[in-house]
């Protein structure tokens, strides 16, 4: 009992700092309003940098979600004046002296402080989730208000999906669209937004996301990916078979998502030709193995594609560039497989 009248004690001590500071007349909304103002300035930069080409969209969507992040921290200016903030400060006060309280009594109701400790890493991180929760419904606030606003829109979407919200997140990309603008990255987050709704299924409205997404960017692989796996869902053999082969001939060899698709061409495909196709996607991701190198050139061989064999074995020589041993392992099975260029 002593325990908890300590902590209680520590609780409302810890409470006095804020208690003092929120009893301070307001500043105003001008700090607050500069740092909405830099937030968005730099998802608008964001947004410049992947239409030059100079960040990747994932790294793109980890940048957004960030300033998101930071966006919610640094709150809404108070856009109804004194009133709004006086409102705010009220609820906020109300709020620090009853967490103590409420802390309390749910642990009393809860807690067992007989059980051990449980580890740091195994702890949700509450405080964070709360947080972020606090400052969507100030966001959301904010939207209800001034419903026009896209930016707000665009800047709740991401952080939506981060909660499982998806439907949430479509809306928010569907009304930033509307209010902004269609680009290829906003199409294509309200594509995967609505697959994500739709438990993975490709639905209608989410292929028409990809087709404008893919109509502004024709290189955009992500659009490109989506509606490969529309047309294998579709059941479209021959045409899906086609879209997954040009998406992973032109893929970079880093890319996340080219296992993926490797196994979407090996299901339609089946047979040897499906397994060398997934073979082939999976030395991008891993060109240090020499094993893999000699296993597909002798596929390539045995299913009559001494053309691909070759190139798989040039592949290969740049692959393990450096490593002569393996090299030589890898000629030596093309050899073994009846390729003559083997040896250089």
């Known amino acids: 009992m002593l325990l908890w009248i300590a902590m209680a004690v520590l609780a ?19 700090q607050s309003a500069q740092a909405v103002a830099i937030y968005r300035d730099q998802l608008d930069e964001v947004s410049r940098d992947v239409a030059r080409g100079v ?21 809404d200016a108070p856009a109804e004046g004194t009133a709004t903030s006086d409102r705010w400060r ?3 006060t109300a709020v620090i002296i009853a967490m103590p309280v409420a802390a309390l009594a749910l642990y009393l109701l809860l807690g067992s402080p007989l059980d051990p400790d449980l580890p740091l890493a195994a702890r949700p991180d509450v405080a964070e989730f709360q947080k972020l929760n606090l400052g969507v419904a100030q966001i959301e606030a904010h939207l209800a208000a001034a419903p026009d606003d896209g930016k707000g829109w ?12 998806d439907a949430d997140a479509a ?13 290829a990255v906003r199409q294509a987050n309200l594509g995967e937004t609505l697959v994500a709704v739709g438990g993975g299924a490709v639905t209608p409205d989410a292929k028409a ?28 053999k021959d045409a899906a078979t086609a879209a997954w082969r040009d998406l992973i001939a032109t893929a970079p060899k880093d890319a996340s998502w080219l296992p993926l698709a490797a196994n979407q061409l090996a299901a339609l495909q089946g047979g040897p030709e499906g397994m060398v196709a997934a073979l082939a996607a999976r030395l991008k991701t891993e060109p240090g193995d020499a094993d893999g190198w000699a296993e597909l050139v002798r596929s ?24 002569a041993a393996k090299i030589a392992a890898v000629e030596a099975a093309a050899r073994d497989a009846g390729l003559a260029e083997a040896t250089q």
């Open 12 to 30: 409302a001590a810890a409470s006095i700092p804020l208690l003092v500071a929120l009893g301070r007349p307001p500043r105003g909304a001008s």
């Open 55 to 75: 960040v990747g969209e994932a790294d793109a969507e980890g940048a957004r979600t960030e300033i998101a992040r930071r966006l919610i921290r640094a709150g």
């Open 90 to 92: 009220s609820v906020a």
């Open 154 to 165: 665009e800047v709740i979407a991401p952080v939506y999906s981060a909660l499982g919200r």
């Open 171 to 183: 809306h928010a990309w569907q009304r930033a669209i509307d209010l902004l603008g269609s680009t």
């Open 209 to 236: 996301a990809f087709e404008k997404a893919h109509a502004l960017a024709q290189d955009d692989a992500r659009p490109r990916f989506y509606l490969a796996l529309a047309l294998s869902q579709a059941g479209d």
């Open 300 to 323: 390539y061989m045995v299913l009559g594609r001494a053309v691909d064999a070759r190139a798989a074995l040039a592949d290969a020589r740049v692959a393990l560039a450096g490593d």
